[in-house]
């Protein structure tokens, strides 16, 4: 079919729409006018009346006068609308749906202003940005779709009237949790600027990110405020809470790569605690299901009403989360070995890696001054403990550089001889559908590319960390926050980096999860 005859089919006005779309689509971002400006300002408060007046609070009488008498509507999948069809609409269709009430929220960074000039002199501008929809409907507020809007404005005896609106693009994207949503619709790395706005207003004091490519550290970024006043570095310190744990892991498959430790023996033979000292199932708690986390531990004997340690379950036959079994492994190598975990991982990992500000605990030695505060909700820095003992679950304290080294080292395979390095990344236990857990990290099989995934998590109060390896294709990523919020920006971040890879491990961890920490 010929370009002309498609013109002939399309209506003028489809054809203006189509045009005004793609002229949208081509403007660059960096030409518009600033959101201090006071056209922005203006046009931002006309926008709010429309929508927030007019939309969400079905108050009509705010928007005859907004728009012109001439004025069109031209949505993607209602058509075009003039003016009076338009208010009928309105009234009908939003504000006296049986269905529920439909809202609107702008989508916070995504309101843009180009101005309009005619030899000089403003006659008018465009306006553009996204929205969120949602239903109300007794009184429960759910997410439906969101689309993205163009204005056009034009200065009307010095009062501003809108010309035409523009709806387009409506999709319902996937949503989670709103505690993993940041809410923020473009690319996040843009500009340093856009990153440390959107950092302030999720309350997030820093972040900091290292990059794997091709089994070598490619970058470290990092943005924010370590505590208040005092800029992130490349080599902030971080409590890191539960990605201890590989670090663990690793150690001692080290040990029984060497000879020195047994995977599958009773660790009853060099450590009972008194809690379980009666247990029918004390001698088949081993290293290997506990690594696996398969241990029937609770995850911290604290959390019980009693305070007690007890198996509830057989070891080896589940999967449950327990940071009690990575402490238990730690008593029971500390007592064959006369050592303390720090002093065996620092002679089998730290030192040989030059993990030089990787530490179990606070040391005598560690820049308290490079130290990145935990921060609650509000942003606010968290009163820290200092731990002076080993656990072998949590209260790592290390840097972004010093854990890329570490993994980098994973993706070598640590040293480790091809069949226990297979052990350690096969399936030990299934965590749900798409996440299994190997021996002391997440798998996560079948991604796009034929990829595989390895990763963990740190979760504690004031702090949010994760990270992922990708052994075939060589790449890594680290994201640390000194943050309560951090959640928020996960998903952004691993999406960017690690593209469809990203989206697939994102989708698996937060489709109906319960996140392990």
């Keep these: 079919m010929s370009h002309q005859l498609i013109v002939n089919i399309l209506t003028m006005k489809q054809v203006n729409l189509i045009i005004a779309i793609l002229i949208l689509s081509s403007i660059n971002a960096r030409a518009q006018i600033s959101q201090k400006s006071e056209i922005f300002i203006t046009l931002q408060k006309k926008d709010s009346i429309l929508f927030e007046q007019g939309f969400n609070k079905c108050n009509l009488n705010a928007i005859v006068n907004l728009v012109t008498n001439d004025f069109e509507f031209y949505h993607d999948q209602n058509g075009i609308q003039d003016k009076k069809t338009f208010l009928t609409n309105f009234k009908e269709s939003i504000c006296q749906n049986p269905k529920g009430k439909p809202i609107r929220k702008l989508i916070k960074g995504s309101l843009s202003v180009f101005p309009l000039y005619n030899e000089g002199k403003l006659y008018g501008a465009i306006q553009s940005g996204i929205h969120d929809f949602y239903m109300i409907n007794n009184r429960e507020q759910y997410f439906t779709e969101n689309a993205k809007f163009m204005a056009t404005w034009l200065l009307e005896k010095g009062e501003w009237k809108l010309k035409k609106e523009l709806s387009y693009d409506h999709r319902k994207p996937e949503r989670y949790d709103a505690k993993f949503e940041d809410g923020y619709p473009f690319p996040l790395f843009n500009t340093d600027s856009e990153i440390e706005s959107l950092l302030k207003y999720l309350k997030i004091p820093s972040l900091s990110i290292g990059y794997i490519h091709d089994g070598q550290l490619q970058q470290i970024r990092s943005f924010g405020e370590q505590k208040k006043d005092i800029p992130v570095k490349y080599n902030s310190i971080y409590k890191v809470a539960s990605l201890t744990k590989p670090i663990t892991a690793i150690a001692v498959l080290k040990l029984v790569e060497a000879g020195k430790w047994n995977l599958d023996e009773p660790l009853a033979k060099y450590y009972i605690d008194p809690d379980i000292k009666e247990s029918p199932f004390l001698n088949k708690l081993t290293t290997r ?229």
């Design 289 to 517: 299901n506990i690594l696996s986390q398969k241990s029937g531990f609770p995850n911290w004997r604290y959390l019980r009403t009693d305070k007690k340690l007890l198996f509830e379950f057989e070891p080896g036959t589940k999967f449950q989360y327990s940071g009690e079994g990575f402490e238990y492994l730690r008593k029971a190598i500390e007592r064959k070995f006369k050592k303390s975990l720090e002093e065996i991982a620092k002679e089998i990992l730290f030192a040989p890696l030059e993990m030089n500000d990787t530490f179990y605990y606070w040391m005598k030695t560690t820049d308290e001054s490079r130290y990145a505060v935990e921060s609650d909700t509000t942003g606010q820095p968290m009163k820290y403990e200092k731990y002076y003992t080993s656990n072998a679950a949590a209260n790592l304290l290390t840097t972004v550089e010093d854990y890329s080294k570490f993994l980098m080292y994973i993706l070598q395979h640590a040293g480790l001889s091809k069949q226990l390095y297979d052990e350690f990344i096969q399936s030990q236990t299934e965590v749900k559908t798409g996440i299994n857990w190997g021996l002391g990290m997440q798998i996560l099989r079948d991604l796009p590319n034929d990829e595989l995934a390895l990763q963990h998590t740190g979760g504690d109060d004031g702090t949010k960390c994760i990270v992922l390896l990708l052994p075939k294709s060589k790449r890594g990523l680290i994201i640390f926050i000194n943050s309560e919020n951090g959640l928020m920006i996960w998903k952004k971040i691993i999406e960017e980096y690690l593209g469809e890879t990203g989206k697939e491990i994102v989708k698996r961890n937060l489709n109906k999860a319960e996140r392990q920490d």
